[in-house]
């Protein structure tokens, strides 16, 4: 204890150098490991290089500048984006509340469906017998609903009356059915013809939502229902098109069997031959009494009464045999014979997702 006191201050310095080379070595040590994980990050960046400068696509070199032509690109596609973003636009919900309770939504779905109605009335569209409700039957007459299926039916109820107002925009001649995907519990109680075994699907871009539709027209109004599908500022994508002859409605059977007249048409070729015998016997009966040729009288002479005129020949009318239609020779040929056709189409709702 002597020695250290008498030297204290070698001993506190060689303690305060002992822990100061244990820093020193605890430092050394870190910055050695980091050393090491920048020489790495060094090696792959250089190893990266290589590659960039040996793979077809170069970054650039000179006056090619690939990076630059990216960024230019990348705007391009940005600016695209915005010029088609006005095709893409939302469907409103019915209705387009911030919170929609039932009675909200049951007041929204009589008055579209009413609404849907008159429009096809005021189309000529004819519609399903039955007040036919546009795939809601199952929840026309209820007052609540599915806890959690608001906001999905009002969202369906407003792109069905997009659909429906393109069809009757192109005067079609009837709508037999609007079908859509399950949504809530009440619909397992609705019709099974409402309803699709298709689900939405969500991808990294966008939500596609699937619809069928089946409906009657000519081939001028499908032209119609497809521009107006293609020309909507929503984003209507039709997936499949089925076209067939629509079936012929029976016509209705007569009451009553036709009655078959006879009209009697006057000849006046025939009148006329009639009118000169009876002038020319009025002459003869005249001549005979003045001459006293008649009644068994002597014949004193005299000229012979001549006829007025000899009666032109009599023409008849022959009937075509029955059966028989004459050939019309007027007119244009029939170039197209338009029939009624019965078209299913398949189509997608494509929703964009708000953007990040």
């Not at 959690?148 to 069905?160: D, F, P, V, Y």
């Not at 107002?165 to 709508?175: M, S, T, V």
């Not at 699709?196 to 119609?224: G, I």
């Amino acid at each position: 204890m002597s020695w250290i006191k008498r030297n204290l201050f070698f001993v506190i310095g060689s303690l305060v150098a002992l822990i100061l080379m244990g820093l020193a070595g605890w430092f050394l040590f870190s910055k050695w490991s980091l050393n090491n994980e920048v020489l790495a990050t060094l090696n792959s960046d250089y190893e990266e290089l290589k590659r960039l400068n040996s793979a077809p696509l170069h970054p650039g070199s000179g006056s090619v500048n690939n990076i630059q032509l990216a960024k230019e690109q990348r705007e391009q596609l940005r600016d695209y984006l915005k010029k088609i973003g006005p095709y893409f636009q939302p469907v409103p919900r019915i209705p387009d509340l911030a919170k929609i309770t039932d009675r909200d939504f049951s007041a929204a779905l009589s008055q579209t469906v009413e609404q849907l109605r008159a429009a096809a009335t005021n189309a000529s569209v004819a519609l399903p017998p039955d007040s036919y409700s546009f795939s809601f039957t199952s929840q026309k007459s209820k007052i609540s609903f599915a806890p959690g299926s608001l906001n999905r039916l009002a969202i369906q109820l407003g792109e069905i009356k997009a659909i429906a107002d393109i069809l009757f925009d192109a005067k079609i001649n009837a709508l037999d059915n609007l079908r859509r995907e399950r949504v809530s519990q009440d619909d397992s109680f609705g019709l099974q013809t409402d309803y699709l075994s298709e689900k939405t699907e969500t991808n990294a871009l966008a939500v596609v939502t699937p619809y069928e539709l089946t409906f009657r027209c000519f081939s001028s109004e499908l032209a119609a229902v497809l521009g107006g599908l293609a020309s909507s500022s929503h984003a209507f994508l039709v997936k499949s098109l089925n076209v067939e002859l629509a079936p012929a409605v029976a016509a209705p059977e007569p009451t009553s069997f036709p009655v078959m007249s006879t009209v009697m048409v006057p000849n006046p070729m025939r009148e006329e031959a009639m009118s000169r015998q009876q002038q020319e016997g009025s002459a003869q009966a005249a001549f005979a009494a003045r001459y006293g040729l008649g009644g068994g009288q002597q014949n004193l002479g005299g000229i012979a009464l001549r006829g007025l005129s000899t009666p032109p020949p009599q023409q008849t009318y022959l009937p075509p045999p029955s059966g028989s239609v004459p050939a019309n020779r007027g007119g244009l040929p029939t170039v197209l014979d338009e029939k009624l056709l019965k078209i299913t189409v398949n189509l997608f709702m494509v929703k964009p997702l708000p953007a990040k």
